[in-house]
């Protein structure tokens, strides 16, 4: 639900707080918020309550074994009564090399869970950082080069909005994967269905 400010300015609702148990916000016009007085309550910055919830840096793996294995279409394949299993011979995340954009919470913790299967990975952020057994990459194009999977952790705001734009998916290795935890916004969809299509990239 994108709460806009038309819907905020609706003489029928009466609004005094905005409740949202999630980190990003982009789907709410916060200027408006604040010029109507309205609050704003979500989980941005409570780092300590976060550091315990690891949902989406688990699901981040578990969609990328999902394509590797290609589970999806397997499960398809059996349920349909046919099974051949030539058709589904995966890959693993072992020795892969794994490229993290946003090396905050999310993205230390994927870090953590990579390292952990057996992949070499190296990281991007605009803000330096150290990690044992991460690798700095010195532009995003360069991660994207390297990596045979790609996972994206940062915050959404204007200065990113399709960052993953058909310049950046140029420079992606071929069959790589792309992994997507963040808001749909950071990728350009036109230039990632190009990108899938034209077999730059063999699964999102």
């Known amino acids: 639900l994108k709460i806009s400010k038309d819907l905020l300015r609706d003489p029928k609702r009466k609004i005094a707080a905005i409740i949202c148990p999630v980190t990003g916000l982009d789907h709410i016009d916060l200027k408006t918020c604040k010029e109507l007085d309205i609050k704003v309550l979500s989980l941005k910055g409570e780092n300590e309550f976060l550091n315990e919830i690891r949902a989406t840096a688990e699901l981040t793996i578990g969609l990328t074994l999902s394509i590797l294995r290609k589970i999806p279409n397997a499960i398809q ?3 349909n009564k046919v099974w051949d299993r030539d058709l589904f011979r ?3 995340i072992f020795n892969k ?3 993290i ?4 919470r999310l993205g230390k913790i994927v870090t953590e869970y990579f390292i952990a299967l057996g992949a070499h990975v190296s990281g991007y952020d605009i803000k330096k950082f150290k990690i044992n057994g991460v690798k700095n990459a010195e532009s995003i194009e360069q991660l994207v080069s390297i ?3 790609i996972s994206i952790h940062i915050d959404y705001n204007e200065s990113n909005h399709h960052l993953f734009d058909k310049n950046l998916f ?3 290795k071929e069959k790589s994967i792309l992994i997507n935890t963040s808001r749909g916004g950071i990728i350009d969809s036109n230039a990632l269905i190009y990108s899938l299509k034209s077999k730059r990239l063999i699964g999102a």
């Open 90 to 92: 995966g890959s693993e």
């Open 170 to 172: 140029s420079h992606f």
């Open 147 to 149: 990596s045979d999977i």
């Open 77 to 79: 394949s059996v349920n």
């Open 97 to 99: 090399n794994v490229g």
């Open 101 to 104: 954009v946003g090396m905050g």
